[in-house]
C-alpha cells in the first residue's frame, strides 16, 4: 500500500473530528488538521488521535486547505471534512491500490449525503462524486471561500464511497445554505463577473428546477423539497449578497 496523508480542516467540530479521524486512519499514516481557532475541544481531540494540528484563521475553504499541504509527508493525500467518513469498499481499494501507477493526479469518488439519518439518490445527492484523493506535487484546491475543489485535468473516478453527514436537520440545510451562499457571494464581488439585477432571481429559480425536477428531487419528498429550496436559497444570496457588497463598496 501506497503511504497517504490525511488533511482535514476544522472549526468546533468536536462531535465529529475522533470518527473521521479514526475512519482516516485506516489508510493514512500521517493526519494534519487545519483548525480555524474552535472554540471547543476539537484541536485537543485530533492531538489525542495522533494527529498534526495547525492553527489558522479561517481563510477560506480553498486557501484553508492548501495551509495544509506541506505539512503533509506523503505526496498523496485523502482530503475528508470532519462530517465525512470512508466506506468499506474505499478502504479496501486505498489499501490495494497503487496510486503512483494510476496516470492520474486526482481521483473522484461517489458520496452519500444524509440529512440526519436519512439518504436518498434523488436531488443531486447521490452518487455525488467529489475529488478527494490527490497528488499534492501536482494539483492543488482552488482558491476560492466555499466548495472548493481539486484543479486537476487527469482524474479518474472509482465506484467507491465516502459517507457524509450533510445536514442534521431542515433547519441546518437553509443555515448552510446562507453560510455557503455569503462566502460564495465574497469570491464574486472580488471579481469582474458581471451579475445584473436579474442574475439573483434567475439563478434562484434554475437551481430549484434543476434539483427538484431536473434531479428528481419531488421523488425524494419532504427531503427533496427541502434539498432543492436550499440550494436555490444559496444560490439567491450568491448573486444577491454579491450585487450588495459591490453596491456597498462604492
Known amino acids: 500500500m501506497l503511504k497517504i496523508s490525511g488533511l482535514i480542516i476544522t472549526f468546533n467540530e468536536a462531535h465529529n473530528i475522533v470518527e473521521c479521524l479514526r475512519s482516516m486512519k ?17 484541536a485537543e481531540l485530533a492531538r489525542q488521535e495522533g494527529a498534526t494540528v ?32 470512508l ?14 501507477q494510476q496516470n492520474v493526479s ?8 444524509y440529512i440526519g439519518n436519512q439518504t436518498t439518490r434523488f436531488a ?3 452518487p455525488d462524486y467529489v475529488r478527494r484523493i490527490f497528488n499534492k506535487t501536482q494539483v492543488d484546491f482552488s482558491p476560492v471561500a466555499a466548495h472548493t475543489k481539486i484543479q486537476s485535468n487527469s482524474l479518474k473516478q472509482i465506484p467507491a464511497h465516502i459517507t457524509h453527514y450533510s445536514y442534521k436537520d431542515y433547519p441546518d440545510i437553509f443555515k448552510r445554505a446562507c453560510l455557503y451562499g455569503t462566502w460564495q457571494a465574497q469570491t464574486i464581488a ?9 442574475t439573483p432571481g434567475f439563478h434562484c429559480l434554475f437551481s430549484f428546477l434543476k434539483h427538484y425536477v431536473i434531479k428528481l428531487g419531488f421523488l425524494a419528498g419532504h427531503d427533496g423539497l427541502a434539498i432543492s429550496l436550499g440550494k436555490a436559497v444559496a444560490s439567491y444570496i450568491k ?9 456597498n463598496k462604492n
Not at 472580488?190 to 436579474?198: D, E, H, L, S
Open 124 to 126: 443531486g445527492q447521490y
Open 26 to 42: 485506516q489508510v493514512c499514516d500521517d493526519i494534519v488538521v487545519v483548525d480555524s481557532c474552535s472554540s471547543d475541544n476539537t
Open 54 to 85: 495547525i492553527s489558522q484563521p479561517f481563510l477560506g475553504d480553498g486557501p484553508q486547505r492548501s495551509v495544509g499541504l506541506p505539512h503533509c509527508r506523503h505526496d498523496w493525500v485523502l482530503n475528508l471534512d470532519a462530517d465525512e467518513r
Open 87 to 100: 466506506e468499506d469498499d474505499l478502504v479496501a481499494y486505498l489499501k490495494n491500490t497503487d496510486l503512483s
Open 239 to 247: 448573486y444577491a449578497h454579491a450585487i450588495e457588497l459591490r453596491r
Open 190 to 198: 472580488k471579481t469582474n463577473k458581471k451579475v445584473g439585477p436579474f
Open 106 to 113: 486526482a481521483i473522484e469518488t461517489r458520496r452519500r449525503n
